[in-house]
């Protein structure tokens, strides 16, 4: 048990546009669902936080403007990029947490996204 | 400020030997550490998690220590294979109440056979 689904695998948009991502936890329900993002070569940096019904929790220098989050269930989160440009490009990575304090402190991650912005 | 560091050079291995990667960090006090694989092109893949008050933690091939005093944690796979080739990225909680982890930058892992 415990898969994440993540869709879509890969997406090339244009400079401009908006992409979303969604993140499906498909057996298992989800206390709080993770968004991270990694460029080549690097470790992945936890963008925000979120947990289902509330807004999400967003990391210093992470605009939530532009990054918007919807945790709409426990089983499903979805990350749009907004108004995405070049710099943008990177590989978006979701996790989901069963458990809080005390409980199942791992995380279960996604595919991941690979997002190339022309 | 606070660290985790992770070799990032990468270690090459002879199949059949054992891999030791370190981890270590600063300014930090977790409440449980965690390793994770990452294949390239694809998310991580929680291993193993060892708590403060624990010294090891096993499971099949993979061993891990965790020095709060050295803070330091050592994974280790034994008996390595060539499919054992990937990252494997240390991660620490503080326990907080949301579950966040703090991911160290990986040590790439090539065994040959």
């Known amino acids: 048990g415990a898969v994440v689904s993540q869709h879509p695998s890969r997406v090339i948009c244009k400079s401009g546009t908006s992409v979303k991502i969604e993140c499906r936890s498909l057996d298992f329900q989800a206390t709080t669902m993770f968004w991270y993002r990694q460029f080549p070569k690097q470790s992945l940096m936890l963008m925000a936080t979120s947990n289902e019904g509330s807004k999400a929790t967003y990391e210093q220098g992470v605009e939530k403007d532009k990054f918007l989050i919807n945790h709409a269930s426990l089983t499903l989160s979805t990350l749009t990029v907004t108004s995405a440009h070049p710099e943008d490009s990177s590989f978006y990575i979701c996790s989901a947490s069963k458990g809080g304090r005390g409980l199942s402190r791992e995380q279960y991650f996604g595919p991941g996204t690979r997002l190339t912005v022309t | 400020s606070q660290k985790i560091e992770q070799n990032s050079e990468a270690l090459n291995i002879q199949e059949g030997k054992t891999a030791t990667l370190t981890c270590n960090y600063t300014?930090?006090?977790?409440?449980?550490l965690q390793w994770y694989r990452q294949d390239p092109g694809r998310g991580p893949v929680f291993l193993l998690l060892?708590?403060?008050?624990?010294k090891e933690k096993r499971k099949e091939r993979l061993k891990v220590t965790f020095d709060t005093t050295l803070k330091q944690s050592l994974f280790h796979i034994t008996a390595s294979q060539p499919a054992d080739s990937a990252t494997y990225l240390c991660a620490l909680d503080n326990n907080n109440a949301g579950n966040m982890l703090t991911f160290g930058g990986g040590t790439r892992l090539m065994v040959k056979p």
């Open positions: 060892i708590r403060e008050n624990e």
């Open positions: 300014n930090y006090s977790p409440a449980y």
